[in-house]
């Protein structure tokens, strides 16, 4: 379904469940006849099962944008390997929650999420059991394929998470040589604004580049429709996010969705100055996304009451200007400091 050569999508959702595909590993390269008498059938047929299901979970997203209310990485990239993290037990052929060790939070947290995606994991299989004290996931299309997501998962410390996200079973084979894939350089955040942006915002974009990279926060592309990641330490800092069709570029944090946060960020942002900033650039109301005004969100931030925060992208600001540039940055400094010395879960 997914052509290399597309370059034009119905909209941006689409573009980045497009890119999200195309950063698989096909099959020539990751399910090699090598690989096959290397492992043992039951992983090599688990491990085709996984990529099958990945690619038919991206379809069902390419052509269903309308009826599922989440973007490609927020289940591939994050919830399904929240949940893989979270199963307990070694069954191979589906995931087991003991929600029996879990607290009124986390308990919500994980019902929220499988709500989300329950037309979603009718669509491509998936069957959820939801007893008193665990939750059972297992896939009726695709009985096997949650061996190779545990065994690509168990590599990550060895590896990077990368490997997960690609579907490079090549991993699982250590002890055989693997053809090459020629790798692709993909451009930096600087080079794709310069096709868009005016000199004023390519200006200000690259002085906050140019803070980041000195701060060891370079932007990484998420390929996503736009969005860069700018992370410390594997944790989340901000994103960056580049719109063509608008000629524009926006920065956003969404910890301010996470009220709890401010019980430390209280003690480090007491400059009039960007208190204001960021009271300023708040999202609220809620925006458009279901998941989004489905929730109560008032929050208290920095001693101000708002009624409703976005729980998408708390706080959004497009096209900043210089000073606005400096306001980021303390920010940004602010939010690296936190990681360094309290540590982010």
């Not at 950063?23 to 996984?50: G, R, V």
């Not at 973007?71 to 069954?91: A, C, G």
């Not at 996304?289 to 489905?294: I, L």
């Not at 959004?316 to 010395?341: A, Q």
Request: proline share 3%; aromatic share 12%.
């Amino acid at each position: 379904m997914f052509d290399k050569n597309q370059t034009e999508f119905p909209s941006e959702k689409h573009e980045a469940i497009w890119k999200t595909a195309m950063n698989y590993l096909p099959e020539d390269i990751t399910l090699t006849d090598e690989m096959k008498a290397f492992m043992d059938p039951d992983l090599f047929e688990s491990c085709k099962q996984m990529r099958t299901f990945v690619m038919f979970a991206l379809e069902k997203m390419y052509e269903g944008t309308e009826v599922y209310d989440f973007m490609p990485y927020h289940f591939l990239y994050q919830s399904l390997v929240d949940l893989i993290d979270k199963s307990e037990d070694d069954v191979s052929d589906g995931l087991i929650l003991n929600k029996s060790k879990w607290s009124k939070q986390v308990t919500k947290r994980y019902d929220e999420m499988l709500k989300r995606y329950a037309v979603f994991f009718v669509d491509t299989g998936m069957k959820v059991t939801d007893d008193s004290d665990k939750i059972t996931i297992t896939n009726t299309l695709y009985p096997k394929m949650f061996r190779a997501m545990k065994e690509l998962r168990s590599k990550k410390a060895k590896h990077g998470g990368e490997i997960f996200f690609k579907c490079d079973f090549r991993k699982l084979c250590d002890g055989i040589k693997h053809k090459k894939q020629t790798p692709v350089k993909s451009p930096g955040i600087i080079e794709v604004a310069k096709g868009f942006l005016s000199a004023e915002n390519l200006a200000s974009l690259t002085e906050l580049n140019d803070f980041l990279v000195a701060n060891k926060m370079t932007p990484r592309d998420t390929k996503a429709g736009g969005t860069w990641a700018v992370r410390h330490k594997n944790n989340a800092v901000c994103h960056i996010r580049l719109k063509e069709a608008e000629k524009s570029w926006t920065v956003s944090f969404g910890h301010f969705t996470k009220e709890e946060w401010f019980v430390d960020y209280d003690k480090y942002i007491t400059d009039d100055g960007l208190i204001n900033f960021i009271w300023s650039n708040i999202q609220s109301p809620l925006c458009t996304d279901r998941d989004c005004w489905s929730k109560n969100n008032k929050m208290t931030i920095l001693g101000k009451n708002f009624d409703a925060v976005c729980y998408c992208v708390g706080f959004r600001i497009i096209n900043p200007n210089d000073d606005e540039i400096n306001y980021l940055k303390k920010l940004i400094l602010i939010i690296k400091g936190y990681i360094i010395n309290l540590g982010v879960k």
